[in-house]
């Protein structure tokens, strides 16, 4: 038996640190947290100074016993979690779950899985830092509070199934209010003038002049006043510049550049370096430092001269602007610079390189530049062109690594070299240009530019950035939009050859793919939260709370404290609004029904946004119409709600069943009897007529016909979400590039039934069909008890092949939904 065992969060990070040590250290996972708060119910004792109940979840109890057994019979237990306050947290939980003994337990972190951190690690072991793990028993307690007292607010006061969150509520604030601002914005029309400029040796350049004109007219008049002039160098300038390279990544300009670079979600840029961090390629990757270490430093120091040059070395030390910084005390960063491609997955090699090359950058000397002002003058009139140019004399850093730019500080043009002229020296004007420009709205947030507005608040720390996006969109308070573009039209005055010509040009605007944009039901979850309860969604609340934790982190502050200052205002808080609240759906009164007088007004409703002609007041009941998918509450006009009621449309009878046409949760389809068929992209409820509906029948009752029989049972084919399938006896089979689906001979329908029959037998590990009941593989290595339509997940750790019938039957009867009593008829009022 080992003489020591080593406790780290992951089993990938398991495998790599046994590497490193020899036959007398055992390495052990304890997947994450080992006890948390109970999933359903509060789990904060109030009345006891917020006490947390932690309680080891059943899939962990067989872990815990075998962690426990392994730690009784060792002679050092090492708790090796992460160095964030979560890991602290981890080791705490290990070490009071388990019972371990102090004078046997040593705590070690290290923020790169490499055999000479892990080997200093062991040289260097301290105790459990408590004021870590209150720092994080603080965020954990504050957050579920919140959670849990907010989201029943909600689910009385719009709709159930909602959620808040201090920081996730927050986020939605952030992208509600900017999308706010765009719908508020008006676009502003100047003319903006740009002229080509050809110098004696004949090069070509482009020249700006430093004022706009707000009117066709004015913009007209300037371009008159240059017919005829001669034009001539009147200023040059040329000075030096530098640039100078960005400091090592931290999690958050990691998840920006990612972003920026490689299109990346903050989701996936976590879980990608997740990996390489376990794999030992890059140090530990969620941190606010932009620290490198000395040795780090001396690596990338002979890597930069080796490859480049001594020419192209800067040592360099950053210092972080971030409050409050966490405990990971180094920048992310390649735990060997010398490693720079190593073998690995596409996502993994995209990410690493990035890495890689944002380290070596850093420690590489600035760009040398130089910068070129020409003013240009005119003989008619006093106003200047400007050219400006841009030369790098030495690149320096710019060899490895250009740092990404956001949509919104990407100039309109780059600035480019400038052809050799000098002071007085002649030009010919080839054309002058007036062109009709208009000011542009705030743009919506991506998930990069979320995180980096959310770091510069306060709000949040490197490791809730990734599951807050993830939340407020799996929540459905926010998508990824796309927002179509609109067509506008603009003018352009051209000066050619001593005349003034007008085009009409349009262009597309305000398309937006990808960005964050707020739903209906995530604006209205706001605006609820914003108008009763102030406070916690106020952007400076919610920073101070982190600096709270950060206090807390340092020994500063007492966790239990800043528990009591918080609740004593929010609980009562919560009580009230409960009670004496309206309710909210978001409702905008219309206008009224031309026919009837009755109100026309959209809001939310059970299944989603709806418009509503009449209220329950009227005589007639009101009348409901589901908004289409692209349509919102905000947006939506009177005109377009009005078209809503002509759904769905009566098309005709085709083969005895009538057809109409509608829209559902997915789109605009044709029903024809119980058949629903999507209609194709660019297609509407509205427009399509019987003709086209007949056809799009066929064309689907061509795709459902059998293609075989087999076993006396039907064969179909179809293409799906996963691709291209058969089906067969209820069965769903899909069929891979190894067979030609437009072409399936018999033999390959026959061959891919027989094969899913295969499977299905062998899913099944343990069968009572006299009681339908059956034990079933499932993925990632579980098994499910499954009896009609009743499912019961197994854990990991259960033994499917030694479970007995009557405990099968026992886990089946607790999962299956307890039939209500028919409630008894009321008795009739005399």
Do not use: C
């Not at 765009?182 to 002229?195: D, G, L, M, Y």
């Amino acid at each position: 038996m080992a003489k020591n065992l080593v406790i780290v969060e992951s089993p990938a990070k398991a495998k790599t640190i046994e590497k490193f040590l020899g036959k007398d250290y055992k390495v052990e996972s304890s997947f994450g947290h080992i006890a948390d708060l109970p999933s359903k119910e509060l789990g904060v004792d109030v009345e006891n100074d917020f006490k947390p109940k932690y309680i080891v979840d059943k899939d962990k109890k067989a872990l815990v016993k075998k962690l426990g057994d392994l730690a009784k019979k060792a002679e050092t237990i090492w708790l090796a979690s992460d160095e964030d306050r979560e890991g602290e947290a981890i080791s705490w939980h290990l070490a009071e779950t388990l019972g371990l003994d102090k004078n046997k337990t040593k705590r070690i972190v290290f923020n790169s899985i490499t055999k000479s951190a892990i080997q200093k690690a062991i040289e260097n072991p301290r105790e459990i830092n408590y004021n870590l793990v209150n720092a994080q028993q603080a965020r954990r307690v504050l957050d579920r509070l919140v959670g849990y007292e907010l989201s029943p607010v909600l689910w009385k006061k719009i709709k159930p199934g909602l959620s808040a969150g201090r920081v996730q509520s927050v986020a939605v604030r952030l992208i509600v209010e900017r999308e706010r601002d765009i719908e508020a914005f008006t676009a502003e029309a100047s003319f903006r003038v740009s002229a080509e400029f050809k110098t004696l040796e004949g090069s070509v350049f482009t020249a700006k002049l430093n004022k706009t004109f707000p009117t066709k007219e004015e913009a007209q008049a300037f371009l008159n006043e240059n017919i005829g002039a001669d034009f001539s160098v009147g200023n040059l300038d040329k000075k030096p510049a530098k640039k100078s390279p960005s400091a090592p990544f931290t999690t958050s300009t990691l998840q920006q550049e990612a972003s920026r670079k490689l299109y990346f979600s903050v989701g996936r840029t976590m879980q990608v370096a997740q990996r390489l961090y376990e794999a030992g390629l890059i140090t530990y990757m969620r941190t606010d430092s932009v620290n490198l270490s000395g040795e780090a430093i001396a690596a990338a120091k002979d890597a930069i001269i080796d490859n480049y040059g001594e020419k192209y070395s800067t040592v360099r030390n950053f210092k972080g602007k971030s409050k409050g910084a966490q405990e990971a005390h180094e920048a992310i960063r390649p735990t060997d610079i010398t490693n720079q491609s190593p073998s690995l997955e596409r996502d993994q090699s995209k990410l690493y390189e990035l890495i890689w090359k944002r380290t070596i950058a850093s420690q590489m000397s600035d760009a040398q530049l130089e910068r070129t002002n020409v003013k240009i003058k005119a003989s008619t009139h006093s106003e200047l062109f400007t050219a400006n140019g841009e030369v790098i004399k030495f690149d320096g850093f710019l060899k490895v690594y250009m740092e990404g730019l956001d949509e919104e500080d990407v100039a309109e043009e780059q600035e480019g070299m400038l052809p050799a002229m000098k002071v007085g020296e002649a030009l010919k004007n080839n054309y002058i240009t007036a062109t009709e420009r208009f000011s542009r709205p705030p743009y919506r947030f991506t998930e990069a530019s979320l995180v980096k507005k959310l770091e510069e608040l306060g709000i949040g720390r490197p490791s809730t950035y990734a599951p807050t996006i993830s939340t407020i969109q799996n929540r459905g308070y926010v998508e990824k939009g796309t927002v179509e573009g609109t067509e506008r039209n603009y003018v352009q005055l051209l000066l050619e050859a001593g005349a003034v010509k007008e085009k009409k040009l349009s262009e597309m605007v305000g398309s937006d793919k990808g960005k964050l944009v707020p739903t209906d039901i995530g604006m209205i979850v706001n605006d609820f939260l914003v108008s009763h309860f102030a406070t916690i969604l106020d952007y400076n609340f919610t920073a101070k709370v982190e600096e709270d934790f950060d206090e807390i982190a340092e020994g500063e502050e007492d966790w239990q404290k800043v528990m009591r200052d918080f609740y004593k205002d929010f609980h009562p808080n919560v009580l009230d609004v409960q009670e004496n609240a309206d309710r909210a759906s978001g409702e905008r009164i219309l206008g009224e029904d031309p026919k009837t007088g009755r109100q026309v007004s959209v809001r939310l409703g059970r299944f989603g946004p709806m418009v509503q002609m009449g209220t329950v007041d009227d005589e007639e009941k009101p009348k409901f119409a589901s908004l289409l998918p692209e349509q919102s509450l905000t947006t939506i006009t009177y005109d377009e709600a009005m078209e809503l009621f002509k759904l769905p449309r009566k098309l005709g009878v085709y083969e005895g069943e009538e057809i109409e046409a509608n829209v559902g949760r997915f789109g605009p389809y044709v029903r024809f009897g119980k058949k629903f068929v999507s209609l194709e992209a660019g297609e509407s409820a509205f427009d399509v007529n019987f003709d086209r509906a007949v056809e799009l029948i066929k064309q689907k009752q061509k795709a459902d016909a059998p293609i075989y029989t087999y076993e006396g049972k039907e064969v179909t084919k179809g293409t799906g979400r996963f691709g291209p399938f058969i089906k067969w006896d209820g069965m769903f089979i899909n069929v891979n590039k190894k067979y030609d689906f437009d072409n399936l001979s018999n033999d390959d329908l026959i061959e891919l039934i027989e094969a899913k029959k295969q499977k299905e037998i062998d899913k099944v590990v343990q069968n009572w069909p006299e009681e339908g009941i059956r034990i079933e593989k499932a993925r990632w290595g579980r098994h499910n008890i499954i009896k009609g339509k009743v499912k019961v997940e197994l854990a990991k750790t259960v033994d499917a092949a030694k479970m007995s019938l009557d405990e099968a039957k026992k886990m089946i009867e607790q999962k299956t939904p307890k039939k209500k009593a028919k409630a008894k008829p009321k008795a009739k009022k005399k």
